[in-house]
């Protein structure tokens, strides 16, 4: 008991190990993955406080008080609610036990640590995260500038000298093309699912 507590009080409890997916329905995370709309796990740190589950719709954090407390908060953050942004990854000195990956989701930061003979594998989990946070900038400017070409056609037909008989048709038509345009242009670039990219770069 009391070299789980002196390894709290010291943080080598927090070094977390990469779990292998034929282990992830050990975990408590697992219970929490919504398999019933095809949300699957593609990467997982767990340390003895704490579970760090990387799905293809969101992180799923099973947030543990302490090493030595079993009362555990569940927090999901979807990456289309909250962007990934600022991902780093530390490898170790010399006499370092553990690699770190860093990344904010959102306002909330994470400092996560790895066990350094992992860090092939935790690589894998940066280049998923770098890429998710490109993709998710990328489509935000796009989704900006489809929004500001409807409001400059409106602009525009506003000031045309169109005959007024005809302005309130034609601005009828072209707000609801332009709502139709819009939706479509959301719905393909504000994108939710981010299997894709965690296929490519993991390679379990």
Not at 87 to 96: F, M, P, S, Y
Not at 117 to 146: C, G, P, R, V
Request: with cysteine.
């Amino acid at each position: 008991m009391f070299k789980k507590i002196a390894a709290d009080a010291l943080g080598i409890s927090d070094i977390g190990t990469i779990i292998s997916p034929v282990d992830y329905d050990k975990t408590d995370a697992d219970d929490y993955v919504m398999h019933e709309d095809n949300e699957k796990i593609y990467f997982l740190i767990k340390t003895k406080a704490d579970e760090y589950c990387f799905t293809n719709l969101a992180l799923i954090h099973v947030d543990g008080e302490s090493a030595i407390s079993s009362k555990r908060t569940l927090k999901r953050y979807p990456y289309f609610q909250h962007k990934i942004s600022g991902v780093v990854l530390e490898t170790a000195g010399k006499i370092d036990m553990d690699v770190e990956i860093k990344f904010n989701i959102g306002p909330i930061n994470f400092d996560i640590d790895v066990r350094k003979d992992q860090i092939e594998q935790l690589k894998d989990l940066y280049k998923a995260l770098i890429q998710i946070s490109e993709l998710t900038a990328e489509n935000e400017l796009y989704i900006k500038m489809a929004s500001q070409s409807l409001d400059k056609a409106v602009s525009v037909l506003q000031n045309s000298r169109t005959d007024d008989s005809n302005l309130a048709n034609t601005y009828r038509e072209l707000t609801d093309f332009g709502f139709t345009w819009l939706t479509s242009v959301h719905g393909q670039y504000h994108v939710k699912d981010f299997g894709e990219v965690f296929e490519k770069y993991i390679n379990n």
